[in-house]
């Protein structure tokens, strides 16, 4: 029976002597490694083989402001940890998961801005001016570099991964600046390129409108914007784009001219649709009464549009029956008349108006008998002269009569 007991004894101080030998011997600053075993709100517990478990304050998990300590780790994770305190008498081990990140961080952030790397980062938090990003250290993307266009509100950003460069890395202030519009500027750049090769004058395609300026709509034609001028949105005449388009909308464009060395692309969506001389001939004939709009008006006539895009010509000799001195006398832009089609020619783009001829003729008034014109007055001499009589052909009695006086004086 003793010698039962003296085993059970034997086998115990072996137990003890393995556990003593597999405790680990801790001091402040030391690496370990050791697996989340429990996890509260504001701080987290790791099993490292210790005479008890070690505590990470919720300060500790994360570079970035964490609300619970459930959001940094999950129990099971094995975590590489910085011992900052050791108490024995309390049994209090306090660790750093921050410490042993950040040291890994800045030496992979400065690869990555040495080599301009690209790569994924999650959105930790939506802060005034911007997003900030753990990398193992506190990283910030300005508000301006998180996107190519503008954005109000990032409010729903958070949890999202974005692809990033290192865009200022200064480790002795603690600053990491990341950006995203960087990597999207250049994928533009790429692709805009691919497509300035690709592009043709002449061709059709579909496109988005992207915005609208008092100029014109600028088009995405596939991740590249092409502007289709104000006068080219339509064969009719545009105030401003927003009467005919709208963000969004999808059209059909044409397009008119690439310059790949300036990144311009002009596009045209009136190139793209049938014209309006197209369908002219069937639309009008020589001697149709039709309404249209005075559009420009010169010092020759009037252009008259009768159709979208179709403008005739009235000639200061057909706007009204009497003469007139200037067109401007009888018309105004924007007026509306009435017009008679004297001349079509579709090939030419031409068409030949009169106003006048829709109008009836004015009544010709008789004209008041011609006066005859009185005689001319006989020069002095010719009264003077023996040969001229006053009875003569040359002077009618009425002539005698006005200057008997001065005859009779004379004589």
């Not at 958070?158 to 603690?174: A, F, H, I, Q, S």
């Not at 100029?215 to 009467?243: N, Q």
């Not at 895009?309 to 018309?331: C, D, F, K, W």
């Not at 829709?358 to 040969?387: G, H, L």
Request: charged letters at 30%; zero cysteines; hydrophobic letters at 40%.
């Amino acid at each position: 029976m003793s010698e039962e007991i003296n085993v059970q004894e034997t086998v115990a101080e072996e137990v003890n002597q393995e556990a003593m030998d597999n405790f680990v011997s801790l001091k402040k600053g030391d690496s370990v490694k050791g697996t989340i075993v429990k996890i509260e709100d504001n701080q987290a517990y790791v099993s490292l083989g210790y005479k008890y478990d070690g505590i990470i304050p919720i300060r500790e998990l994360s570079a970035v402001q964490v609300e619970n300590a459930a959001d940094a780790v999950q129990i099971g994770q094995e975590v590489e940890l910085k011992v900052v305190s050791i108490d024995d008498n309390k049994e209090v081990l306090l660790l750093s998961k921050r410490l042993v990140d950040g040291e890994k961080a800045w030496d992979q952030l400065q690869q990555q801005f040495d080599s301009k790397e690209v790569f994924e980062a999650v959105v930790a938090d939506v802060v005034k001016g911007g997003l900030v990003v753990d990398l193992g250290v506190r990283a910030f993307i300005p508000a301006s570099m998180v996107e190519r266009h503008f954005v109000e509100d990032f409010s729903d950003y958070k949890g999202r991964t974005l692809r990033v460069v290192v865009k200022e890395l200064d480790r002795e202030n603690n600053k990491v600046i990341l950006s995203q519009k960087d990597v999207l500027d250049a994928e533009f750049e790429e692709n805009k390129q691919k497509v300035l090769a690709s592009l043709q004058a002449d061709q059709e395609l579909e496109g988005t409108v992207q915005r609208l300026t008092p100029f014109g709509a600028f088009v995405d034609i596939g991740g590249v914007d092409g502007l289709v001028h104000v006068s080219e949105l339509s064969w009719e005449h545009v105030a401003h784009p927003k009467d005919v388009v709208s963000e969004g909308q999808k059209i059909r464009v044409k397009v008119l001219k690439v310059d790949a060395a300036a990144g311009k692309i002009s596009l045209s969506v009136k190139a793209a649709q049938p014209g309006p001389w197209d369908t002219a001939a069937a639309q009008f004939k020589i001697g149709d009464i039709v309404t249209g709009t005075v559009r420009r008006i010169v010092t020759f006539g009037a252009f008259v549009e009768i159709a979208p895009g179709v403008e005739g010509l009235v000639h200061i000799s057909q706007i009204a029956h009497r003469h007139i001195a200037t067109p401007h006398e009888v018309l105004k832009e924007g007026q509306e008349v009435k017009a008679k089609i004297l001349d079509l020619n579709v090939a030419e783009k031409r068409v030949s108006l009169s106003i006048k001829e829709t109008e009836e003729a004015p009544e010709q008034t008789e004209q008041a008998p011609r006066q005859e014109r009185a005689p001319k007055a006989p020069k002095v001499e010719e009264i003077n002269n023996p040969n001229v009589s006053l009875n003569s052909s040359s002077m009618s009695y009425s002539l005698a009569e006005k200057f008997g006086d001065k005859l009779s004086k004379l004589k």
